[in-house]
């Protein structure tokens, strides 16, 4: 028999997630405590003790932020989380947290399509803005004398992957703090604080909650200083995630080894099914030998993700590639049990042709999955004018 270790780190993704941030067992209460919600707490006499006013800290966060810093960083105690309403209320926290006017930062140019908007507003607060894409280390060539580099690695949706090691050293060398976007890969996929990165940044509403049915985000750092800064932010913005949605996505983390190893492993198979298609052109996965990031993936990445990208002929063939999906839902988020797809240039922010595809893979039998894709391309060749 083998002895499970105190020490959680030790034991496999799994077994951790299942137990991530769980208090002590207390004879008949709950394994997980329910929700507490409260905007303020009994407070006689002086200020002490960890819980105050509900903008500020709730027992519920708590429990979340244990369970996400255990996954982003096993076995550390040096490492602090704080969640956020949203992935974009975590992103921004960190960037407007840390830059000042005179300041520059790097920030991917093949990334998510709202960063264009925080470009914008930084800008507007006199910070510099640098941009360059993700593949091939670009970011590297815009760096000196930057305050901060932004990484996005899986970018989404072109899934390129840069060498964050590499990146992480030459800024560090420079005094700049480097910050991770990690939601494609999850904590289960990739460790960005592991690989040297001062922030790991994530929206939890994708593949750590999984169900489509949360608006999460959070923000994992080492550097105490600069994590103070992100909580006073959290603080002066007010944006907090509501007890409901930390509960629900502390429960939704007991299932994450098994949705991400079932997603990935479809995710694969999708894209390799993808590929001996003659009308699909710029076929992207991590996870596929001869994927162009493939090798630099395989150093850094434990699990490659659950989203395919490709491209069909033209925006009608991708248009009526969609509507004869039958198992993927046609929606713009990703990560949860039910595939989703979407042609991205809808939204008219990504550099992408119009007949490109995101595609997130979800928890379907993958048969089943493989078999709709393959017959939605069919019809929607047969139904060409």
């Given at each position: 028999?083998?002895?499970?270790?105190?020490?959680?780190?030790?034991?496999?993704?799994?077994?951790?997630?299942?137990?991530?941030?769980?208090?002590?067992?207390?004879?008949?209460?709950?394994?997980?405590?329910?929700?507490?919600?409260?905007?303020?707490?009994?407070?006689?006499?002086?200020?002490?003790?960890?819980?105050?006013?509900?903008?500020?800290?709730?027992?519920?966060?708590?429990?979340?932020?244990?369970?996400?810093?255990?996954?982003?960083?096993?076995?550390?105690?040096?490492?602090?989380?704080?969640?956020?309403?949203?992935?974009?209320?975590?992103?921004?926290?960190?960037?407007?947290?840390?830059?000042?006017?005179?300041?520059?930062?790097?920030?991917?140019?093949?990334?998510?399509?709202?960063?264009p908007l925080v470009r914008a507003q930084l800008e507007a607060y006199g910070?510099?803005?640098?941009?360059?894409?993700?593949?091939?280390?670009?970011?590297?060539?815009?760096?000196?004398?930057?305050?901060?580099?932004?990484?996005?690695?899986?970018?989404?949706?072109?899934?390129?992957?840069?060498?964050?090691?590499?990146?992480?050293?030459?800024?560090?060398?420079?005094?700049?703090?480097?910050?991770?976007?990690?939601?494609?890969?999850?904590?289960?996929?990739?460790?960005?604080?592991?690989?040297?990165?001062?922030?790991?940044?994530?929206?939890?509403?994708?593949?750590?909650?999984?169900?489509?049915?949360?608006?999460?985000?959070?923000?994992?750092?080492?550097?105490?200083?600069?994590?103070?800064?992100?909580?006073?932010?959290?603080?002066?913005?007010?944006?907090?995630?509501?007890?409901?949605?930390?509960?629900?996505?502390?429960?939704?983390?007991?299932?994450?080894?098994?949705?991400?190893?079932?997603?990935?492993?479809?995710?694969?198979?999708?894209?390799?099914?993808?590929?001996?298609?003659?009308?699909?052109?710029?076929?992207?996965?991590?996870?596929?030998?001869?994927?162009?990031?493939?090798?630099?993936?395989?150093?850094?990445?434990?699990?490659?993700?659950?989203?395919?990208?490709?491209?069909?002929?033209?925006?009608?063939?991708?248009?009526?590639?969609?509507?004869?999906?039958r198992l993927v839902e046609d929606a713009?988020?990703?990560?949860?049990?039910?595939?989703?797809?979407?042609?991205?240039?809808?939204?008219?922010?990504?550099?992408?042709?119009?007949?490109?595809?995101?595609?997130?893979?979800?928890?379907?039998?993958?048969?089943?999955?493989?078999?709709?894709?393959?017959?939605?391309?069919?019809?929607?060749?047969?139904?060409?004018?």
């Open positions: 028999m083998t002895d499970i270790p105190k020490d959680r780190s030790r034991t496999g993704d799994g077994t951790r997630a299942v137990r991530a941030g769980l208090p002590e067992p207390v004879k008949h209460e709950p394994t997980l405590p329910g929700p507490v919600f409260a905007a303020h707490f009994h407070l006689p006499g002086e200020v002490t003790g960890p819980y105050s006013y509900g903008r500020d800290d709730n027992p519920t966060w708590t429990l979340l932020e244990r369970a996400i810093g255990e996954l982003e960083a096993p076995g550390r105690d040096d490492v602090e989380t704080l969640v956020f309403a949203s992935g974009m209320a975590a992103i921004s926290s960190v960037l407007f947290s840390q830059l000042r006017a005179g300041d520059a930062v790097v920030l991917p140019s093949d990334g998510y399509q709202v960063l910070v510099e803005v640098r941009t360059a894409p993700t593949g091939g280390d670009a970011q590297l060539e815009v760096l000196d004398g930057a305050r901060l580099l932004w990484i996005e690695s899986p970018s989404n949706p072109g899934l390129d992957v840069c060498d964050i090691r590499r990146l992480v050293q030459a800024a560090h060398a420079q005094g700049a703090l480097v910050a991770v976007d990690n939601t494609l890969a999850t904590p289960l996929g990739q460790r960005p604080l592991e690989l040297g990165a001062d922030f790991s940044v994530a929206s939890g509403t994708k593949q750590l909650t999984g169900h489509g049915d949360v608006l999460l985000g959070y923000v994992a750092g080492r550097n105490a200083e600069a994590m103070a800064a992100v909580r006073r932010w959290r603080k002066i913005v007010g944006a907090i995630s509501g007890p409901m949605e930390a509960w629900l996505a502390h429960r939704s983390i007991a299932t994450l080894q098994l949705r991400v190893d079932r997603q990935n492993a479809t995710a694969l198979a999708v894209a390799e099914a993808l590929r001996q298609r003659p009308e699909v052109s710029g076929l992207r996965y991590p996870g596929l030998p001869d994927d162009p990031s493939h090798k630099t993936a395989a150093q850094q990445m434990r699990r490659y993700g659950c989203v395919v990208s490709f491209t069909l002929p033209t925006r009608a063939r991708a248009e009526r590639f969609l509507e004869a999906l713009t988020s990703f990560g949860g049990v039910r595939s989703t797809a979407e042609r991205r240039r809808r939204w008219g922010g990504d550099a992408v042709p119009e007949g490109f595809i995101r595609m997130s893979v979800g928890a379907e039998d993958p048969e089943d999955l493989i078999a709709d894709v393959l017959r939605a391309l069919d019809e929607s060749a047969e139904s060409a004018e």
